[in-house]
T-cell receptor, first 114, second 111 residues
Framework: SAVISQKPSRDICQRGTSLTIQCQVD?????MFWYRQQPGQSLTLIAT?????????ESGFVIDKFPISRPNLTFSTLTVSNMSPEDSSIYLC???????????FGPGTRLLVL | GEDVEQSLFLSVREGDSSVINCTYT??????LYWYKQEPGAGLQLLTY?????DMKQDQRLTVLLNKKDKHLSLRIADTQTGDSAIYFC???????????FGTGTKLQVIP
């Protein structure tokens, strides 16, 4: 299984600001995914990030609000832009290599927006 | 669209078996997963089953799949206090495809 780290592990931010979350994996992976887990809720996929192409966003999520970078096969960033208290969530990245049967999740970034 | 449903809460006594149930709607689901999330922690993959299987056992964990009824269950034998967590059922059509998660079942183990 892959070892995944995320930075920061948690943050408290003011509304109107932006936060960039980093996801680093210890091996090259084809696909990286970003999920959001709102308080007391399940996980919802924000977008899929492939290296060398634009991220694919799920319904209800847009690039202007959640820009994503995927500069290489071991790293991705998610930015939460112009934050409001409704963005307070845990943001998790996950990875999968092609032909793998499972996704492995990072430890998550706990974001509180005041 | 895909939908995965679970009961929200389960309480069991230490040493008893726990059974967490899940139903899903996507008939094209290929993989069905159980993830565990402890308070303040990330998501841990516990086990998964391929859709052409009806049972998988891994130490204290037994997964049963009824594909006809689209019903998945996770049985934890000899439940311990360390098993207290939220358990998410999830499905996908492949490891590198979108994973759709259930609502999560909070398991409380009473000493």
């Amino acid at each position: 299984s892959a070892v995944i780290s995320q930075k920061p592990s948690r943050d408290i931010c003011q509304r109107g600001t932006s936060l960039t979350i980093q996801c680093q994996v210890d091996s090259q992976v084809t696909m990286m995914f970003w999920y959001r887990q709102q308080p007391g809720q399940s996980l919802t996929l924000i977008a899929t990030a492939n290296q060398g192409s634009e991220a694919t966003y799920e319904s209800g999520f847009v690039i202007d609000k959640f820009p994503i970078s995927r500069p290489n096969l071991t790293f991705s960033t998610l930015t939460v832009s112009n934050m409001s208290p409704e963005d307070s969530s845990i943001y998790l990245c996950s990875v999968a290599a092609e032909n793998q049967e499972t996704q492995y999740f990072g430890p998550g970034t706990r974001l509180l927006v005041l | 669209g895909e939908d995965v449903e679970q009961s929200l809460f389960l309480s069991v006594r230490e040493g008893d078996s726990s059974v967490i149930n899940c139903t899903y709607t996507d008939s094209s689901s290929t993989y069905l997963y159980w993830y565990k999330q402890e308070p303040g922690a990330g998501l841990q993959l516990l086990t998964y089953i391929f859709s052409n299987m009806d049972m998988k056992q891994d130490q204290r964990l037994t997964v049963l799949l009824n594909k006809k009824d689209k019903h998945l269950s996770l049985r934890i034998a000899d439940t311990q206090t360390g098993d207290s967590a939220i358990y998410f059922c999830a499905e996908s059509t492949g490891g590198y495809q979108k994973v759709t998660f259930g609502t999560g079942t909070k398991l409380q183990v009473i000493p």
